[in-house]
């Protein structure tokens, strides 16, 4: 069950569940003020699909990366990139003078970049979370690092989070269905600021990432 503002979705493991869910509900707030209640396609800009044949759910939001990619991709023809950052990438701070404009075209970016990161595309922290610290006084190379990150959702706009239920996905190596899957690691002294280390954590859940940051 999540709830945002005045959207509410739930999932259920059964159909008995989710209609005893459903009924408890309307019965609670009354059928007349309730929309919805069918299996859902989009929540909060986001796109579901379901495969009945691959047990899976994908969650996913093309639509809104289109719109980043036209607010701020000037060279819609130039190829994309693999990762959201170079592989070669080293946080370095901009020791210029403050450009407001390009400030300002930087966090706006770097938002819309946050934005996706937290709601369907997790991979993407790894660059919204290293450049938001240069929010303050990019330089320009900061500004095509976070084009750089953009082209690649433009690569990759179909992907999202998946959800298995699949015995052969969730079995295999070690039985994990229905079970958070954590994982942490480190970068020693990563911070072009501090120099301190920086640290992040995933948690997933039936093969989807649920929870994850950067820090």
Not at 102 to 114: A, D, E, N, P, Y
Not at 151 to 180: A, C, E, M, N, Q
Request: charged share 25%; glycine share 8%.
């Amino acid at each position: 069950l999540f709830r945002s503002v005045d959207d509410i979705g739930f999932w259920g493991t059964t159909d008995e569940a989710v209609s005893m869910f459903r009924n408890e509900f309307y019965n609670k707030f009354g059928k007349d003020g309730v929309t919805g209640g069918g299996v859902a396609s989009t929540m909060l800009g986001m796109k579901i699909s379901y495969d009945d044949e691959e047990l899976s759910s994908l969650m996913s939001m093309p639509g809104y990366i289109d719109a980043i990619v036209a607010r701020f991709e000037k060279f819609p023809d130039m190829s994309c990139p693999l990762t959201p950052l170079p592989t070669n990438h080293e946080d370095v701070k901009f020791e210029g003078a403050l450009d407001l404009d390009r400030k300002r075209l930087f966090q706006q970016m770097i938002g819309s970049l946050t934005w996706a990161s937290h709601q369907a595309r997790p991979e993407t922290m790894i660059a919204s979370s290293i450049l938001a610290s240069h929010c303050m006084n990019p330089g320009e190379e900061h500004i095509q690092l976070a084009m750089h990150a953009i082209r690649y959702l433009r690569g990759t706009r179909d992907r999202g989070i998946k959800f298995h239920g699949r015995s052969s996905v969730l079995d295999t190596p070690y039985p994990r269905r229905h079970k958070l899957d954590s994982m942490v690691d480190a970068n020693l002294g990563g911070d072009a600021f501090s120099e301190h280390s920086r640290s992040c954590y995933v948690i997933m859940l039936n093969g989807g990432v649920i929870s994850m940051k950067i820090m």
